[in-house]
């Protein structure tokens, strides 16, 4: 009884705590959100009539679906439409400036494909996944015998090398929709490996999907160790085919090509090899190339976010996404004044290790023109550069555009104008 009351409660209290809090923010801020006219409107929205209420039998009860008022979806990425004349589906970017927490709904994760791929279409029963190269027992698994084994249920984000902001891209889902992070389950890859036994010289492992390109990576053993996971669950269900249905790998905080789909075959090895999808390693030592497939420390305000509109002066929420292959993010900054100055962010529930972490910061826009910008630091002590920093890194002449070579994590600057429209800053 005392637990139910108290139960009951907790909300309310919660509620009423936040409200008082907020309120006092806003006497403190000049201008603020005008609180009366929101109160007036609670309670007064009207009741559906019952020809406009779904019948969740009929319509939604075998899978549901969203309102048919939400209709943020995801987009052909770098300009390539998706799919193409050939039906071919190439990369298309998740719609984060609609983004709310730190899930991305399966039905609008980005898809990332090194060669236009098709969606393959596996009959798990006929799916097998074969351990083997420098191991003492080589293994094959079907579906079922892989569920047998003890499972993780992990939270990580996966992202495309390419994601890249340049100044001609509008949106947050133009600079940044190549990242997504989904709640994935499976088993951990050291649990396959050391039942199969890896021997002494096996420093690498090559994975290898179903195409005919195979989406092969080379990944280096420590990692594969150390926290690679093969899943069969996304967000609470399967493996969404565009995800890699039925099995995929998971190589957390490392760049997403790592992460083969359809996965069907990993090969223990001796070396770094050379495959399709390493080009982009090509004139690097393995130990190098290693080293670089991990994702540095990164973040993005998703709103307020490119071509999005502020209906004017007072109150609002700066909220955003950070993330980092090096671990846990611990720090997010955010700067209202073009970097100038940096105020800390507040962390939306658990910063999980590399997982898209949600942060926020309470600001009061006075009708000026501004810049935003956010800054995340890891667990290593690792900031997020600007795009500055990195002309300057890489000797390029000041006077001219900036270009991030290798992966991007550069600082995201957002042009609040003085009507509100929300721009894209990088000159
Ligand atoms: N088998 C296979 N695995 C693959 C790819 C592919 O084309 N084939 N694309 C890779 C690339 S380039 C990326 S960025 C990630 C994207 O994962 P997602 O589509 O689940 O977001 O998958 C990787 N795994
Ligand atoms: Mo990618």
Not at 17 to 29: N, P, S, Y
Request: net charge negative.
């Amino acid at each position: 009884m005392t637990d139910d009351r108290k139960e009951k409660d907790k909300p309310e209290d919660l509620e009423r705590g936040d409200r008082r809090e907020f309120l006092k923010r806003g006497a403190a801020l000049a201008g603020g959100l005008s609180l009366g006219a929101a109160e007036s409107a609670i309670g007064q929205a009207p009741a559906p009539e019952p020809e406009n209420m779904i019948m969740g039998t009929t319509e939604l009860g075998a899978y549901g679906k969203r309102s048919r008022f939400e209709t943020s979806v995801r987009i052909p990425h770098g300009g390539r439409p998706s799919p193409d004349a050939f039906g071919l589906d190439f990369h298309i970017a998740a719609p984060l400036q609609e983004s709310v927490g730190v899930i991305t709904p399966s039905s609008l994760h980005y898809v990332g494909t090194t060669r236009g791929s098709f969606v393959p279409d596996i009959n798990p029963e006929d799916h097998r996944l074969m351990i083997h190269g420098m191991v003492d027992r080589p293994l094959i698994f079907t579906l079922e015998e892989l569920k047998r084994l003890p499972s993780v249920t992990r939270l990580h984000f996966i992202e495309c090398a390419g994601n890249r902001s340049n100044r001609r891209h509008k949106t947050v889902q133009e600079t940044h929709g190549m990242t997504s992070c989904a709640e994935w389950t499976g088993v951990l890859l050291s649990t396959l490996l050391n039942e199969a036994g890896v021997q002494e010289d096996g420093d690498w492992i090559v994975a290898e999907g179903v195409e005919e390109v195979k989406g092969a990576s080379s990944i280096p053993m420590s990692k594969a160790m150390e926290d690679c996971l093969i899943c069969y669950g996304m967000n609470g269900e399967a493996v969404r085919p565009q995800q890699g249905y039925p099995l995929r790998l998971l190589v957390p905080g490392f760049e997403g090509i790592l992460s083969v789909k359809w996965l069907r075959r990993i090969k223990v090895v001796d070396q770094f090899y050379m495959t399709y999808n390493d080009y982009g390693h090509l004139h690097q030592d393995s130990d190098t190339a290693a080293l670089g497939m991990q994702i540095g420390p990164k973040s993005v305000i998703t709103f307020p976010s490119g071509e999005q509109q502020l209906p004017g002066p007072g109150f609002y929420e700066i909220s955003g996404l950070a993330w980092s292959g090096g671990g846990a993010v611990t720090k997010v900054e955010v700067s209202t004044d073009g970097g100038r100055n940096w105020m800390d962010a507040e962390i939306r529930g658990t910063a999980h290790r590399m997982a898209h972490t949600r942060f926020s910061f309470q600001w009061n826009w006075d009708g000026n023109e501004c810049e935003l910008q956010s800054r995340c630091t890891d667990e290593l002590g690792s900031i997020q550069p600007s795009r500055a920093q990195i002309a300057e890194f890489w000797n390029q002449p000041p006077d001219q555009p900036v270009r991030v070579r290798g992966q991007d994590n550069s600082i995201q600057p957002w042009r609040i104008a003085s009507d509100g429209s929300v721009h894209n800053a990088i000159s």
